[in-house]
Structures are given as C-alpha cells and as structure tokens.
C-alpha cells in the first residue's frame, strides 16, 4: 500500500466551481450523475479523479459529448482524464453502486433498510469519481429519486427547493446547498424515518426549524438531543458569537455507523446511541454522551464546515478545535471540575500509551497509508488539549480575540493548522517560538519539577526539567513551550497570594492590571532546564503544580506523600484536589504490585483509607466529584506505569484495594446508598446525576465484599431500580461474583430489554469484560447470540472491544484471548475494514508485556499481517505494530 506524506502537498490543477448531483435510488443498482463545472487553474495538466474499484463507470462526456477512449484511463483507485479544454468545461460521469452490498459503512449504504452515507474522510470516491480532497470547495445540489412508498423520505444537505412525484410509484426531492464545501461533507438520506421538529430563533432574528430523524417508535426517545442541541446553538453565540447559518438543521440517527456521529453540512448523520435516551434506557453516561456528541457536531459547523482543512494531516485544525468546544460546552452545562477530571482521565487512559507505543504520531500526522486509522485520540483529544494551551497561555478573552480574527481571515477557506496558530498569536500580539513543536512532535513530555523554600529569602524555588521521549521516526525531540500552572497553598490550606515571579533573570509582576492579586500563576517552561522563584513567600508552601492539568505531560515531582494528603483535602484547584489522591492511589497500587509479585502479604495502609473516608463524608462536597476521588485508577492506566505490565497482579491488587476500604468503609458506603436514592421521577440534572453516581460507586464498592447480605441489597436494587443508570449499575455489581444472582439478573435483564438494541449493548459489554476466568469461551459463544450482530459496529465495540479492556482474559497466558481477537479482526476485515483496524488496535501496545505474551501476541499479528487480500487500514496497523 502506497504512503502518503505531508511534505508532497500540491494544491490542485482544477477548481471545482459547481457540482448537480442526481441519485436514482435502487433496490439492486443505484445510478449517480454527477455533473460538474470543472474550471482549470493550470493548462495541460492531467485531471486525476479518485474512485473505489467498487465503481462501475457508465458514461463520462465533456461538454455534452463522450470522452473517447483514448483520453481517459481507469486504474484500480483513478480516473485520469486528458486532453482537455483549457478554459472552464461540463464534465458529465455517470456511475453504477450497490449501497445494499456495502457493509463497509463508508460512502452510500443502506442500513435498517434506508440508504444513509459517511463520506468523511474518502468515502465519496465511493460514490462517483471526485477530486476527494477537502481543499477542492464547490456548491452542490443533490437531486433524490427514489420509490416513494419504500423511502418516503429524501433529505439532502441545504435548502429543499423542489419536490413531487414521478411515475412507478417513484418519487423526488432536490436539495441545494449554498454554502461550498467539500464533498466529505456531502450527505443523503432516503428511508421510512419520522421527525420530531422545533425551532431555535438565532441572536439576529432567524428562525431556524430542527429536525431530528428516527424511525417512528424512536421519536419518543429525541427530547434530550432536542434539548442538547437548542443548548448548542444559544452557547455557541453566548461564547463565540457563532450563529447557525441556514434556516433548516437536519439530524438523523442510524443503527449502523462506524463512528459517533458526522457534522454533514446541516444534515448532521448520527449513531444511533448518540441521539437515542429515555431515562428507562439510557444511563447518565449516555445522556452526557449525547450532550457532547449533538454539541460537538453542531459546533463542527463553523470549525470544520465554514473553515475546513487543506488536507487531513491538518485533521486536529477541526477536530482539536471542536473537541475543546464541545469540552467547554458540557462544562458549562454541567460541573467545570468533573469534566475537566473525565477528559483528562479520558486522555491518559487512551491517549498516553498511543504517545508511548509504535502508532504514536504527532497532534498532525506526517504520513499515512489510511486516513481512517488517523481518527486517534492524538488529534482528537491531546489536539484539543493542544487548543486548550492557547486559552491558557493567552487567557479567555485573548482566545475569543484568536478566534474572531481565524474566522475573519478564513471563513470559506480550507486551511493550515499555521493559519490557526497565526490568528491566535497575530490577534493578541504574542510570540511563542516553540509552541508550533505541539503539532510536529510526538510523545508525552515528561515534566519533572523539584521545589525549595528559602525562608531567609522568602522565596519558594520551582526547578523543572522536560524531556520528550523518541517515538518512531522521531528520535530527537526539541523543548516545547508548556504552560505550568501553579498555585500556592499555606499551612491552613488557603491559596497564598502570588506577587511576583523570577523567571532566571527576568522578574514578573503577577498581579492583574486592575490590581487584584492572583493565587494561580502560569509558569512558561519552554527550555530543557528552567528555574522560576516566587518572591515574597512567607511560610513554606505546599505546591500544587499543574493546576486543572495546564498542559499534556507526565509530571513527576517531589511532592510529599503527607503534601498530596493536605492536596486532597485543601486544594482550592478541583482538578489538582482529585489529582492527589489519584497520585496517592498509583504509588500504592505500584507498591502492593511489586509485593504481590514477590508474593509478600498486601495491606493498604490507614492514611489512605482516611483519606477517602474524610473524603467520601465531606458533605460540603460536589457528590460527583466524590465519586471520581472514590475511583482508582484503571487496570490499563497502571499498567502503563510498570516496566513489564503485569495484568494479573495489577488485577488482583485494584480487586483488593477496593475491598480493603469497602471493608474499612463498609458503614460510610452503606450510608451514603441510603441517603443517595433515586427519587421515582428520573432528573437528568447534573445534582441527581451526582447523587446517583456517588450511590453507584459506593454498590459496587460493596459489592466486592461478596457477602450474602450485601447480594440481597444488590437485588433489591437492582429490582426497584426505575431508571437504566441505577439498573444497570446494579446489574454490573451483581456481576462482579459469580453465581446464581448474577446469572438470574443477566436473563433477567436479556428478557426485560431484548427488542431494545442499545440496552442489549449494555448487556453484551458487562458479560464481555467479566475477570471470570475462561471468559473467552463465552464471549466466543455469544458470537452466535441473536443479540449480537457483526455488521453492527455497536454491538462489535460492545462485545469484542469490551473484551479486549478485560484484562485479565484478554491477556490470558495461554493466548486464546489474543486468538480470539485475531480471528474476529480477520473476519470483520473482509466486512468492514474501519472496524476491524479500531479492533486490532487492542494489539498495538504488546511489547508492554513479559516474553510469552509478546510471543503469543506478535504470531497473532503475523497471522493477520499475512493474509491475503488484507485491508490497507488493518495492514497499517498490523505493519506499524510489528516494526
Ligand atoms: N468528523 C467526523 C468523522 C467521522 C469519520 C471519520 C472516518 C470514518 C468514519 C467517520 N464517521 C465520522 C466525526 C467527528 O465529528 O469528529
Ligand atoms: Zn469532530
């Protein structure tokens, strides 16, 4: 498979200024013409179309007459074309497809019977021949045809301008988009699908009518997208003055999708899971999904729509973007601090090992073979934290001030991530020469920070060293600008006010203009070794550094274990408050880890314990927010910490720590169960959530106790649950200990939601990432379950993905979880080549492990590596681990 590579960007020979397409919908073949006004910027140049081989060519005229023979040539992935006018011309290509038969979810497809499609980031070359590409805009018109009984529905992107019926029981919608775009933003849809409809009056006056599509028994379950997105539009001019700019905003959610959802040009397409909530079926988790997804795709509309990218290594110039919008849109919708704990624990669980392991590439990729397998958490999420830097280097309004200038200058352009670094520094006169090595260089810097108080001087000294460290194809890495937040705290807790700052020789005042003083300071570290004295330090402080996680490293300090107990219990910074006790928490997990190998006895000591006792009855406290102090971190988040990643010590070691304090805590947890129950009425309000995940915990704390009594509360809550975040919670407890009360509530729920297919994902999941030993056997058999479904890219996330997190069958010693995942990777490539290389990706960091399971692991990735007719997105992933 060929590479492409950044450094070879060419802008194109030939602008395309206008493109009438027409669909003729079929239940065997569908026919699409595309006619388009093709204009050449250079003459003489060949004019190369990409096209899937899937494609069936049927007439391609110039002007109004065929092209001859001689001057157009298909290979399996082009049509070149030559020989052509030197001025503007009509190039007419008609082509053959069969939406039915593509189960790959990339171009037209048809799922649950309509036809749906996803043309981000190449699928429209599987749809006609097309210079794919997102820096080739043009204003398209879509017209539909189609048999009206079977699809009586035809949505396009833009304004319906026409409609009516034709003979045979057909029917025909034609849509026109006034805004160019690229054609990944392109979409149709044709089916039986029902709306629920509102409106939203934007800040100058404009109604706009809402539509969220669903089939007719789903139409009860869109209020809270409804909400979600009404929530978008009002925060998305409160925030950035960004109003919607066409009078109609489609949705639509499908079964079938390889993604979360595609910000299509006002007909956003969505997975279904991400559209779809009662509070019956869906969990708090899925509520707040939906909140961020509806929001993101929405925000999409300006930072990816308006403004595109160039090419797709400028991916995070959207996706950085509209993640860190989306970010703030739920802070603002629900707790700042909780969210801000999510995404960064989001961020080290996924984002960090693909930093450390052989698929670690920059924030904008240098090459690839397949666009899709760049999709990552690199761009999305550690691209946000990228932008997040810029608000936090330049301050909230300087950010706002960044972007009105980017829109200013780019609206209606597909751009660099230069031009959006440009906007922000030009539009608040700043200079950061290292800040661009964000978007260049790969790997997790690790910041190590060293800290003195001088009480003669009254100075508190901050030494920090950054390194990053090579990745593949980069074994040199320069200093890059990371900002380091920093607080002070005194003996009683309180922020010590922060007066001024020596950073070597240069002396900063650091109180505002208006002369208010400041408790949290943003230290500049860009050089490999820097030291910054606070002066006018009266006491000797207690450092809380890297406030609400000012920048994507790795900090290793010398702060105390009895300094992160007074961090957990003072800090005036939520993040930095959750972040103690989460550093308490590895340093005791690594420790009992390392005992567990030796095969000495464990035992977690008191102050731990009381450090989450306090926490958890600190009733001044936001309930959420206990609840992730409660949290350990994860089995994989740990495993990344050690040397050699040991799964089954790591395994046993979390199992008893949580026991330990449900042990030590067992009156504390089963108070705060009783004082947390859900009213009847389900509130998705960011208080009752709090409450319920605090509760939720708290049962599943209990739950590890695996004592009779413990079993009965777990059924009774499980019965009397009345809504799926406190039901399934239950469920998942009931699950941890085998027996006769997890089986009765695992076919219990099964008969309860069978017909539901999103709760039998939930149902799926839970059994797939059980530690009962053996587990593969069983996950295998529900292969063959009538709710499990390998087209659906759900139900494969569900079942083999949620396999692949359970550590310990995952990584079972004699290999049969890793044969497991080969076979499934095998077989779902010959169906659909995204899902697959998302499920192969589970391989990708085996040199973690000891010497048996790199061996076991690395036959499996021959095995795959191997096979014939591979896809390009499993062999990129199969060839870049193995390297
Ligand atoms: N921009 C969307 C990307 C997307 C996608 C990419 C590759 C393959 C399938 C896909 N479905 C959606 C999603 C987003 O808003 O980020
Ligand atoms: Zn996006």
């Given at each position: 498979p060929k590479e492409i590579f950044l450094r070879d960007y060419k802008a194109p020979d030939y602008a395309f200024e206008k493109v009438d397409l027409k669909f003729e919908l079929g239940e065997e073949k569908t026919l699409v013409t595309s006619n388009i006004r093709v204009l050449p910027k250079s003459s003489g140049a060949p004019l190369i179309l990409d096209g899937d081989s899937s494609l069936k060519l049927v007439t391609l005229k110039i002007n109004g007459s065929s092209v001859p023979e001689e001057d157009f040539k298909i290979t399996p992935r082009k049509l070149h074309l030559t020989s052509l006018p030197t001025g503007p011309f009509e190039l007419e290509i008609v082509t053959e497809i069969e939406p039915q038969n593509n189960t790959s979810l990339?171009?037209?497809?048809?799922?649950?019977?309509?036809?749906?499609?996803?043309?981000?980031?190449?699928?429209?070359?599987?749809?006609?021949?097309?210079?794919?590409?997102?820096?080739?805009?043009?204003?398209?018109?879509?017209?539909?045809?189609?048999?009206?009984?079977?699809?009586?529905?035809?949505?396009?992107?833009?304004?319906?301008?026409?409609?009516?019926?034709?003979?045979?029981?057909?029917?025909?919608?034609?849509?026109?988009?006034?805004?160019?775009?690229?054609c990944y933003l392109f979409a149709l849809v044709a089916g039986q699908l029902v709306s629920r409809d509102d409106t939203f009056t934007t800040m100058s006056g404009r109604k706009v009518v809402l539509r969220i599509w669903t089939p007719p028994q789903d139409i009860p379950k869109t209020d809270h997208a409804m909400k979600s997105l009404i929530n978008s539009m009002k925060w998305d001019e409160e925030v950035f003055g960004l109003e919607y700019d066409l009078d109609l905003f489609n949705v639509v959610a499908v079964p079938d999708f390889n993604m979360g959802a595609m910000e299509n040009k006002s007909l956003n397409i969505f997975n279904s899971r991400l559209v779809l909530a009662s509070p019956e079926t869906a969990t708090d988790s899925d509520y707040a999904a939906i909140e961020g997804v509806i929001g993101h795709e929405y925000f999409h509309n300006w930072t990816g729509n308006r403004v595109t990218c160039r090419d797709w290594f400028q991916l995070s110039l959207k996706e950085g973007l509209t993640v860190f919008r989306d970010q703030e849109f739920s802070s603002d919708m629900g707790s700042r601090g909780v969210k801000r704990i999510s995404d960064v624990s989001r961020l080290r669980i996924s984002q960090f090992p693909q930093d450390a392991g052989p698929m670690a590439h920059p924030v904008r990729p240098q090459s690839y073979i397949k666009m899709d397998n760049f999709y990552t958490v690199t761009v999305y999420e550690k691209g946000a934290e990228v932008v997040r830097m810029y608000q936090t280097l330049l301050g909230k309004e300087g950010f706002r001030k960044g972007m009105d200038l980017y829109f200013q200058r780019h609206d209606g352009q597909a751009v660099s991530c230069e031009e959006f670094m440009a906007a922000m520094f030009d539009a608040n006169d700043a200079k950061f020469p290292t800040f661009p090595l964000w978007y260049a260089q790969a790997g997790t810097p690790i910041l190590t920070v060293t800290t003195s108080y001088d009480a003669d001087a009254q100075s508190f000294t901050i030494k920090c060293k950054q390194e990053v460290p090579p990745t593949a194809g980069q074994p040199q890495k320069e200093p890059m600008l990371l900002p380091l937040a920093v607080g002070l705290l005194d003996s009683q807790g309180n922020d010590m006010r922060l007066s001024s700052v020596k950073d070597g020789a240069s002396l900063h005042n650091l109180s505002s203009s208006d002369g208010d003083f400041t408790t949290t300071a943003v230290l500049h570290v860009d050089k490999a070794e820097q030291e910054f004295t606070f002066l006018g330090i009266t006491e000797k402080p207690v450092p809380s550094l890297l406030r609400n996680f000012s920048a994507p490293v790795r900090l290793v300090s010398d702060v105390t274990d009895d300094e992160l107990f007074f961090l957990l219990a003072h800090d005036s910074d939520q993040f930095n408050r959750w972040e103690a006790g989460q550093t308490l928490a590895r340093k005791l997990m690594l420790d009992l880890i390392s005992k567990q190998q030796k095969g000495e006895e464990l035992n977690v000591n008191s102050a731990f314990i009381e450090g989450i006792r306090s926490t958890v009855t600190n009733s001044s406290l936001d309930k959420e927010f206990v609840a992730k102090c409660m949290s350990l971190p994860g089995e994989s988040e740990i495993a990344d910490l050690m040397e050699v990643a040991d799964p089954d010590a790591i395994h046993t070691v979390r199992r008893f720590v949580i026991k330990q304090i449900a042990a030590s805590l067992r009156e504390e947890l089963l108070s705060t169960v009783e004082e947390n129950r859900s009213s009847a009425a389900y509130d998705p309000s960011h208080e009752h959530r709090a409450r319920r995940s605090l509760k939720?915990?708290?049962?599943?704390?209990?739950?590890?106790?695996?004592?009779?009594?413990?079993?009965?509360?777990?059924?009774?809550?499980?019965?009397?649950?009345?809504?799926?975040?406190?039901?399934?919670?239950?469920?998942a407890a009931l699950c941890q200990n085998p027996g006769d009360a997890r089986s009765q509530a695992l076919s219990d729920f099964y008969d309860q939601w069978k017909e539901e297919a999103l709760v039998m994902n939930k149902w799926l999941a839970l059994?797939?990432?059980?530690?009962?030993?053996?587990?593969?056997?069983?996950?295998?058999?529900?292969?063959?379950?009538?709710?499990?479904?390998?087209?659906?890219?759900?139900?494969?996330?569900?079942?083999?993905?949620?396999?692949?997190?359970?550590?310990?069958?995952?990584?079972?010693?004699?290999?049969?979880?890793?044969?497991?995942?080969?076979?499934?990777?095998?077989?779902?490539?010959?169906?659909?080549?995204?899902?697959?290389?998302?499920?192969?990706?589970?391989?990708?960091?085996?040199?973690?492990?000891?010497?048996?399971?790199?061996?076991?692991?690395?036959?499996?990735?021959?095995?795959?590596?191997?096979?014939?007719?591979?896809?390009?997105?499993?062999?990129?992933?199969?060839?870049?681990?193995?390297?």
């Open positions: 990339e171009g037209l497809y048809k799922s649950s019977g309509n036809f749906c499609t996803q043309c981000e980031a190449e699928g429209f070359r599987k749809i006609t021949y097309y210079q794919d590409r997102p820096d080739v805009m043009s204003k398209f018109t879509t017209r539909i045809e189609a048999d009206k009984a079977l699809y009586p529905v035809l949505l396009g992107n833009g304004n319906l301008i026409e409609e009516g019926d034709l003979t045979d029981g057909k029917h025909y919608a034609v849509w026109e988009d006034p805004w160019t775009k690229p939720n915990i708290s049962l599943s704390y209990m739950a590890s106790l695996n004592e009779p009594e413990i079993t009965e509360l777990l059924v009774n809550e499980y019965k009397n649950a009345t809504n799926m975040t406190d039901q399934v919670s239950a469920l059994q797939a990432m059980s530690d009962v030993p053996g587990n593969v056997e069983h996950v295998r058999s529900l292969l063959e379950h009538p709710a499990f479904d390998i087209r659906n890219p759900n139900k494969v996330y569900s079942l083999i993905g949620g396999f692949c997190a359970s550590a310990v069958n995952f990584h079972a010693k004699d290999g049969s979880g890793y044969k497991f995942l080969a076979d499934i990777v095998l077989e779902l490539d010959k169906l659909n080549p995204q899902v697959a290389s998302r499920m192969i990706s589970a391989f990708t960091r085996w040199r973690r492990f000891d010497e048996e399971r790199q061996a076991l692991t690395k036959a499996q990735l021959e095995r795959i590596k191997s096979q014939d007719g591979l896809s390009d997105n499993v062999f990129e992933i199969a060839s870049k681990s193995l390297a």
